[in-house]
């Protein structure tokens, strides 16, 4: 009756210091991940340091090792990518883009989660990935969280700058969730119209 006792609570002690960590890992990754956001709303040509970007995805990876199974840190470690493609380092894995990859694990471990399906589409948009999976993904997070406000923003963005190149029923979806936007926050839409001025 004792060795069993022990290896269930050394089992429980493992899960715990794994939570820990994990923990510890995922909040320097939000920081940093803040600290960039923050930068760039203050100054459209800051750039994120190669080695400070380097740890960040260190310490994502970290989080994921400990917590494998966590849609959520499998996000953060997709938005570390993200930034590193916006700035022009392409990180691949086997020729396959380690961002798209990062967003289609986050999707299969919440399906039904409509930030993931909008960043991806996102992130097909930022490799000028213009396809059925782009589409798809837009149609999801929209089916599953139109009245999300980044599903609204990302949509907005990507319907004003992809005008003229997107299907009908796609391009209006879009501007449905660009009067959303308008109507529930205003100053965001305005922002963006300003940033992506139509044609």
């Known amino acids: 009756m004792v060795l069993p006792g022990i290896v269930l609570l ?24 803040n600290h960039w956001e923050t930068e760039t709303n203050e100054d459209a040509g800051f750039t994120v340091d190669k080695e400070e970007w380097q740890l960040t995805l260190a310490g994502a990876d970290n989080a994921l090792e ?3 199974g966590s849609p959520d840190l499998q996000m953060l470690r997709a938005k570390v990518l993200d930034r590193g493609v916006k700035n022009g380092w392409s990180v691949t894995d086997s020729g396959e883009p380690m961002e798209l990859d990062a967003w289609q694990q986050a999707i299969v ?5 409509p930030y993931s399906w909008s ?3 996102l992130a097909r948009a930022q490799r000028s990935l213009i396809d059925q999976p782009f589409e798809l993904a837009l149609v999801r997070a929209d089916q599953l969280g139109p009245w999300e406000q980044q599903v609204m923003e990302n949509a907005t963005i990507l319907g004003r700058y992809y005008r003229g190149w997107l299907n009908e029923p ?5 501007d449905q969730s660009q009067q ?6 205003p100053y965001r839409a305005k922002q963006i119209e300003r940033q992506y001025p139509l044609p």
């Not at 429980?12 to 990754?29: D, G, I, P």
């Not at 471990?109 to 989660?113: I, K, M, S």
């Not at 796609?170 to 879009?174: A, D, E, R, T, V």
């Open 10 to 33: 050394a089992a429980a002690f493992n899960t715990a210091w794994n939570l820990v960590q994990s923990e510890v890992w995922r909040s320097q990754t939000e920081v940093f991940l």
């Open 170 to 174: 796609l391009q209006h979806m879009l």
């Open 119 to 121: 960043s991806y589409a």
């Open 109 to 113: 471990l919440r399906p039904g989660w």
């Open 180 to 185: 959303r936007l308008t109507k529930i926050y």
């Open 66 to 68: 400990n917590m494998p």
